[in-house]
């Protein structure tokens, strides 16, 4: 339905629901734009879909994939997303775009880089810009990935931004942290992200293919004594490293074989419901420091003082633990 001007009506609560519930894609899509809001309006709908929508949620794998740029993630996400679809799933792509600080544009170019997921019936693919949020990881990621769930979506695949933020965000918010690698010229240990490595559930040195099958195997031999000296993620998993050539399709079979071991594994010993649990918790106190900063600021008073602040701490007058203190007095006042 549109309006007089040619703009589609808004949808009704009941309406979204009923339509994610029967996996109607354009609904879907409708309904993340409705969460990705800002208005208030919008935000109140969207919050009562979400609390009518938990009770279908909850089934999916969730993944998150990460690496740095150049490394293939795309490229392992559409050809592993179309093996995926091929044995019978529905895979659902959040790819989580880098958004510019200065002028808060993104390249959105997902659905053009997983061409192949992208035209399945049984894929939906949603860029969406980071706007410069911790771990390149969309404000909005968890309530997306509730959706996908709720319209019957089995496979949830989180692509993060891979250029340097802190990845725990995501990690946070998955089942499987999967981090993909390249091989280097012998000294690319150095150049492991201890923190990421150390959330990894499984690390896969991917363009193992033509002449640097050989490198891609010593640098696995390479990050996989690295990660024996690390403490493991979980008591119940030791995160394993592969080879794999996502353009020659080769090893994304053994990838998702341990990624369903994986997942019997942390089934079988509780850490699956513990673990979402506690991602459930996390994404509240998330919430609530975004909504009591964002009620602060927006309290004329309160904005005109942390101005100041902010001033005095950016002029070398004040200490940031002292600014942090004057605005905790605010909110005790």
Do not use: C
Not at 24 to 39: K, M, N, P, Y
Not at 117 to 136: D, E, K, N, Q
Not at 143 to 151: K, N, Q, S, V
Not at 194 to 201: C, L, N, T
């Amino acid at each position: 339905m549109t309006t007089a001007r040619g703009r589609r009506a808004p949808l009704s609560l009941a309406q979204l629901a009923a339509g994610i519930l029967a996996g109607d894609r354009a609904v879907l899509a409708r309904a993340i734009t409705l969460i990705e809001s800002t208005r208030p309006g919008d935000q109140e709908v969207a919050q009562n879909l979400l609390q009518a929508l938990l009770p279908s949620s909850g089934g999916a794998w969730r993944i998150g994939v990460t690496g740095v740029p150049g490394v293939g993630k795309s490229t392992l996400i559409d050809q592993l997303g179309m093996n995926l679809i091929a044995a019978g799933h529905e895979v659902a792509v959040l790819a989580v775009d880098p958004t510019s600080r200065r002028s808060g544009g993104s390249i959105l170019g997902d659905k053009t880089r997983m061409a192949r997921l992208a035209s399945s019936p049984a894929a939906f693919i949603r860029p969406s810009p980071t706007s410069g949020t911790l771990g390149g990881v969309t404000r909005r990621t968890r309530e997306t990935m509730l959706l996908a769930e709720a319209a019957g979506f089995d496979v949830v695949i989180v692509e993060t931004v891979g250029v340097g933020q802190s990845e725990t965000a995501v990690a946070d918010m998955v089942d499987f942290f999967l981090v993909l690698m390249l091989a280097g010229g012998g000294d690319e240990l150095q150049g492991i992200k201890k923190g990421v490595i150390e959330i990894a559930d499984m690390l896969v040195i991917n363009k193992a293919d033509g002449d640097n099958i050989v490198r891609a195997r010593r640098s696995a031999a390479d990050y996989q004594a690295a990660l024996n000296i690390l403490t493991p993620r979980s008591a119940s998993w030791t995160p394993p490293v592969l080879v794999a050539s996502a353009l020659e399709n080769r090893g994304l079979d053994a990838l998702w074989e341990q990624v369903s071991a994986h997942r019997a594994r942390m089934t079988g010993s509780g850490e699956l419901q513990a673990r979402r649990q506690e991602q459930a918790v996390g994404w509240m106190r998330d919430m609530l420091q975004e909504r009591l900063l964002a009620d602060l600021m927006a309290r004329g008073a309160a904005r005109e003082r942390i101005d100041a602040l902010e001033e005095e701490v950016r002029r070398g007058r004040l200490t940031a633990p002292r600014a942090v203190e004057a605005v905790l007095g605010l909110l005790r006042s």
